[in-house]
């Protein structure tokens, strides 16, 4: 089926000079080093030049002379590093490993795929970052956390998927974008899975690890911290107890003696219910240093994240913030964390809410290795069955000013590991994927995990390049297509925003599956996730002054930006501020009228991105179009809810009309 091949399409071009020029430059390829990663790359290069050029290329191994291209492994290069040079006469690709040939090899057919012209062509490319990972969030019964696109590609019914050629066909998917890292387990990791680290299961992910292994990914497992009571049948888990230790050390000893290559182990620990060194009265760094000990002698690595607050706090007491909770946790510890410990850093402070802030994490710690993490999954996004483009959002984070060395330290300097010259560094994201046929339940979807590894390789890239690639590749080269997929995508996330919830608030979902409004659905709950709207006002007020203090855990100039009112930006104010409805933002608006304004905004934009679409029908084949087409008539439903409860709400609690006299119930 045509969606499940994502971007990597490969139709057939016709034009004529293109295929001549690219059939002259690719004609014979000389490749001197070969083992299994470089043996995908030629399959690869075949197999792209056979669908879209109808020929396959003649691969020898030493007659450099009568060769047209070239391709080695460059030992003076950075490891993932390569060049490609393509001339008449002679050609080079050179990688300095057999995965960076790999990328240089999806470059070129990403570029064949949008018909660049490729004679003349010289490029280098690093990636920013040294890790690019993804975590999947599968759970063993076969079911995906906050997935959205069916079922587990990994496991059905407790067993290993039988379906190894799906997992194959993902591991191409994601090194062609360049992704060199997976956990293949949930981060909530259940009794179940506790025994993927045992011999219950180890040869399965010695196999699963190959199979990554074969396209550049280094596979990482999720663990239990309770792991020694669970499997181990010890009566504590406190990382300074030796039994402890020892279980852990035989553990990580046993496992690199099935699985290698294994890249190490992710944390989740005294979060939503997780088991984790609190229990003992033990802090995070011990918790982690303990496990880092045992992975060390192997190279493995802990990878432990923050997202680490008070699931059961009292939503009386107005004192305590979610939003603090990982920098009070973790800011206290920065520099008492091994070399082969990395932190997991969510992009907010919160859950990956339409809007939120920059994690102050980030900039915070300087003696620390840190990983950034994003959410391609779309929890709080629609779910995958509204359309909206992420990386507009992950540019803002990326670009964010955390000011940590002065003006300039971006967020996107410091996770690269270069401003505090980490030894590990890069970023981590929730997949979107299952083992639905077009792999992300709405087909646009796969633009976002398409544009999360090219994003991560080179930040520099703009929304706009990334999305107009991906058009290319996905759906061809004609110029309404891309005209009208470039206006459907691009304003998605704003659209998102403007009908849901407002100026930085979030949280108006459902409970639990949190999807579709509901405007007091967390308000009296546990989850310190509020948004105190009363007659008078709403937002939360997190400022040194009169609230929880949050901004204090930003950098001077961010901490000044935030606290005050007026100079806080305004799709942000309701997180960082308590405002009357009356209060005017910098458009000159009231608060009340800028909610009831975008919310019927953000429909009509859906509408028109209905029209849009409609008019793409005979531009692809029926099945892409029809999947797309209900997605958007779902959406449109769903945001006209989103609209009519978000402005009936308030508008009942602020009694203040809306100046256009639209229907508000
Ligand atoms: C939240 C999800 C929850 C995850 C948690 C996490 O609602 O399912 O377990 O994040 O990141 O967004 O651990």
Redesign the pocket.
Known sequence: LTSYRAWLQYNPINQQDYREEIMHLLSTICVKDRNEVIDRALDELSFGLDQMIGYKPAVVRNEEDRSMLIIMIDPTYKAEMYTINLNSEKSMLRGGSSRAILYGVFHLLRLIQQQSKLTGLSIKEVPKNAIRMINQ?DDMNGSV??GYAGESIFYKDYQFSKDRQRIYDYARLLSSVGINAITINN??VHQIESKLITDTYLAEVKQTSDIFNQFGITLFLSINYAAPIEIGGLDSADPLDPKVRAFWKDIAQHVYEVVPNLGGFLV?AD??NRPGPFTYGRNHAEGANMLAEAMEPYGGKVIW?C?VYNCKQDWRDRTTDRARAAYDHFMPLDGSFNDNVVLQI?NGPM??QVREPVSPLIGGLEKTNQFLEF?IAQ?YLGQQRHLVYLIPQWKEVLEFDTFAKGEGTTVKQIVSGDVFDNNISGIVAVSNIGNDYNWTGHTIAQLNLYGYGRLIWNPDLTAEEIALEWIKQTFGNHPTVIKLLMEIVMPSWETYENYTSPLGIGWMVNVNH?YGPNIDGYEYMAWGTYHFADRNGLGVDRTQETGTGYTSQYHQENQSLYEQVETCPDELLLFFHHVPYTHKLKSGKTVIQHIYDTHFQGVEQVQSMMEKWEALSSFMDAKRHQDVQERLNHQLENAKEWRDIINTYFYRKSGIADRHNRTIY
């Open positions: 969030w956390e906050r981060v909530n989740k979060s939503e994240r997202f969510k859950d990956f959410q929890e949190h």
